[in-house]
């Protein structure tokens, strides 16, 4: 078995603890990629395939692990979902949907606009309106997370960032039915 598996590298282990990356929202891409990559290979089934079927499951746990973590790690709203978990915050996304009212007048206005458009140069528009709220958003979150260290404060943006992002895929249903 690899040395970083026989040394017991714990599979319970946070995602950031796991890619040896700094805990906080900001991540370097590049260095969780290449991270990814050296564990898959360390971890790969194949590489155990000489020692057995029991390393060979353990081996598949790990990978199963590192991909989970790699997931949640790339990918900026389930790294800040994460963030708060860890910090004791749960989003709770399916049981708390409250949001601040003048968010909820924004999400009304694109959701009239996107029913309106008609063409592609309309629908355009309001992708281009939709993205730069969410990288907006995005800062915010940072910010609420690696500066403010303001977990309540990251709730509320997570959550407006899965609304965000849910509307996003209802454009991009919007725009193929437009084709």
């Not at 991270?35 to 029991?54: I, N, V």
């Not at 708390?96 to 063409?119: G, H, I, K």
């Amino acid at each position: 078995m690899s040395e970083a598996l026989a040394a017991g590298m714990d599979l319970q282990a946070n995602d950031f603890v796991l890619f040896a990356v700094p805990r906080q929202f900001a991540q370097d891409l590049s260095a969780l990629d290449a991270r990814w990559k050296a564990l898959q290979r360390e971890a790969h089934p194949d590489k155990f395939a000489a020692q057995g079927a029991a390393a060979q499951r353990i081996a598949m746990q790990w990978s199963v692990r590192i991909n989970e973590a790699y997931q949640r790690l790339k990918d900026p709203v389930k790294r800040a979902a994460y963030l708060c978990e860890l910090g004791g915050a749960p989003v709770l996304a399916n049981t708390n949907t409250a949001m601040p009212p003048q968010f909820l007048m924004q999400q009304m206005e694109w959701r009239e606009t996107l029913e309106d458009a008609a063409s592609e140069v309309a629908l355009d528009a309001v992708d281009n309106e939709v993205q730069a709220s969410r990288k907006q958003v995005l800062q915010q979150c940072a910010q609420a997370l690696d500066e403010q260290h303001d977990l309540a404060r990251a709730v509320e943006l997570v959550r407006a960032l899965m609304f965000i992002d849910k509307f996003l895929q209802d454009l991009d249903r919007r725009r193929d039915q437009l084709e």
